[in-house]
Nanobody, 124 residues
Framework: QVQLVESGGGLVQAGGSLRLSCAASGRTFSSYGMGWFRQAPGKEREFVASITWSGGNTYYADSVKGRFTISRDNAKNTVYLQMNSLKPEDTAVYYC?????????????????WGQGTQVTVSS
């Protein structure tokens, strides 16, 4: 099990950038696949991006491909989400999640541990 704490959210204008961080506690972080999900008001939580335990493979939702980049630093027990060219429709609470299988899957049901979320608001 890992405990996850997100940071880096905030208010940004359309076209701007933010970098989210997710700090993990626990010695097993380096074996976990990690994902970012988001939930807008009145909508279901949706997949944004994920990365395998080694960082060797990354996956993205079509809506963010080419704009967002997920990365990890296992020495720092941290996963990042760099978000560029932000759009108002990216407004949501962003959640970091850990997948004990290590594969960083797209389905939220595969994730074992979740952070509390960080708000991202993009103004037009």
């Amino acid at each position: 099990q890992v405990q996850l704490v997100e940071s880096g959210g905030g208010l940004v204008q359309a076209g701007g950038s933010l970098r989210l961080s997710c700090a993990a506690s626990g010695r097993t972080f380096s074996s976990y696949g990690m994902g970012w999900f988001r939930q807008a008001p009145g909508k279901e939580r949706e997949f944004v991006a994920s990365i395998t335990w080694s960082g060797g493979n990354t996956y993205y939702a079509d809506s963010v491909k080419g704009r967002f980049t997920i990365s990890r630093d296992n020495a720092k027990n941290t996963v990042y989400l760099q978000m560029n060219s932000l759009k108002p429709e990216d407004t949501a609470v962003y959640y970091c999640a850990g997948d004990a299988s290590g594969w960083g899957q797209k389905s939220r049901s595969e994730y074992d541990d979740w952070g509390q979320g960080t708000q991202v608001t993009v103004s037009s």
